[in-house]
């Protein structure tokens, strides 16, 4: 058949996109009717006949003959003359049956054909895909490397699919060299144009609760149920976790002897300090596991407002508020609770804010950041300690601590 080219792209397209024969039917038969259409104006009394196995393909035009001189519509009806020439035997009203050549519909149109039949593959395929990841929306997948912008990773899969890790879902410690392998979620799936956008993500909440799936044996079995998971990605986490089985200890099947279990998850996430805790739905038992390590003295809760004022010791403060108040932060989090932490008891004690006119505020927020904000706080610890703690040098913290003395001693 003419332009052997053509149809050998036909099956170019089948082997190397995969389409199944009845698609690749439906596309070329849609293509050609197109062609077919623009140059006679309509294609419903035309036949196609594709096979994509032999990688051949046949248009048949079918027209009624009329008498020499009646043609009113030369694309339905042929007159008897034009007739007997391909069988000398036709009479007026039978139907002829007439293969239409690719040639017949020009070189223009031939090329036309080849681009619209690439668009409509590459149409289906980009569909399949999008369709595909939609699916996996939530699920880890894995990808590798195949170049580093500055904004964003550019994966590629063992299909060659395009998946974009963007620097925001990327774990700050994260560092990948081109043809690694990266594990993440499938965050969300867009159509851009007619072209996916796959986006990964290894910072959403989602991909820590799916690593404790696929690592921990009893959390993919159903038997541990993993009740919520808040992150500060890289940082620290927290992840509720349950069973219903009363035989088992969630928290220690999650964690293992010695950490053994749960180690891989945060070799994967950067050291990422995860506390496990088990789940309850008493609120005030929650929030003292979710304040862990730290040990709460006594909890005054507003159960209508959401919040709650936990009191400690003094040395528990600066563990429940955590480095960088993330602690306090996950726990709110994790129990939709706003926590106050308070210190229990003791001596009269004066905020380290009061101080702001011999104490710059810098230095002030930088013992806030390790949960010191009052003067006694500060004072029962240990100098070596406050430096390997903070960002302050030690002139500057013997300095403060020789203010709040004076505070003392004058009282």
Known sequence: MENIALIDSFSEFKDDKLIDRVTLMAILEDVFRSALKRKYGEDDNFDIIVNPDKGDLEIWRNRVVVADGEVEDPNQEISLSEARKIEPDFEVGEDVSEEVKLIDLGRRSILALRQNLIAKIHEHDNTNIYKHFKDLEGEIYTAEVHHIRHR????LDDEGNEIILPK???????????????????????????KPQIIMSRTAPV?????????????????????????????????????????????????????????????????????????TSNDQLFITRALSPAKITSIKMDEVNKRAEVM????????????????????????????????????????????????????????????????????????????????????????????????????
Request: include cysteine; glycine fraction near 8%.
């Open 207 to 279: 991909f820590l609760e799916k690593l404790f799936e696929q690592e921990i044996p009893e959390v993919f079995d159903g038997l541990i149920t993993v009740k919520k998971v808040v992150r500060i990605p890289g940082e620290k986490a927290k992840v509720a976790v349950d069973s219903y089985d009363d035989r088992i200890d969630p928290v220690g099947a999650c964690v293992g002897m010695k950490g053994s279990r749960i180690h891989s998850i945060v070799r994967e996430l950067g050291n990422e300090n995860i506390d496990v805790i088990n789940y």
């Open 312 to 411: 400690l010791k003094p040395e528990e403060v600066s563990k429940a508020i955590g480095r960088g108040g993330h602690n306090i932060r996950l726990a709110s989090q994790l129990t939709g609770y706003e926590i106050d932490v308070f210190r229990d008891g003791g001596e009269e004690d004066v905020e380290l804010r009061e101080f702001s006119d011999v104490i710059e505020d810098w230095v002030i927020a930088e013992f806030a950041k390790i949960g010191l904000d009052t003067a006694k706080s500060i004072l029962e610890q240990d100098v070596d300690d406050l430096v390997r703690r903070t960002d302050l040098e030690e002139e500057t913290i013997r300095e403060v601590i020789n203010v709040l003395k004076e505070e003392f001693e004058e009282q």
């Open 168 to 194: 925001d879902r990327q774990i700050p410690s994260d560092f990948f060299r081109k043809g690694e392998n990266v594990r993440g979620i499938i965050e969300s799936v867009e159509l851009k144009g007619s």
């Open 152 to 155: 964003a990773i550019i994966l």
